[in-house]
C-alpha cells in the first residue's frame, strides 16, 4: 500500500500536548491519527461523540440553584408578565 503525507493545521500547545499524550499511551502521533481514520472509514462516522463544553462550577451551580427554585416556589418569584418583570428588576437599581 502507497503511503502519502497529510498537512494538519493545529494549536502548537494542543500538538504539544497530544504529542505527549500519544507518547504515554505509546504510539506515534500519525498511528493516532492513522487509527481515527480507519475507525471512521469503518464505521462511517466520526467514532466518538462531539459534544459542547462541560459546564464549569458556575454554570453547574446556577443550575442547581435553578433546580431547587423550581421544587421551592418560596425560594424565588415568578412572573408571568415580562413588564412586570422588568419594572421589579428595575426598581432594584
Known sequence: MASTNINIRMDADLKRQFEAFCADIG??????????????????RIPFEISGDVPNAETIEAIQEVKKMKADPSLGKTYTDVDQMMEDLLADV
Do not use: D, G
Not at 506515534?28 to 469503518?42: D, E, L, P, Q
Open 27 to 44: 504510539m506515534s502521533m500519525t498511528t493516532a491519527f492513522n487509527v481515527f481514520a480507519k475507525k471512521a472509514v469503518r464505521e462511517n
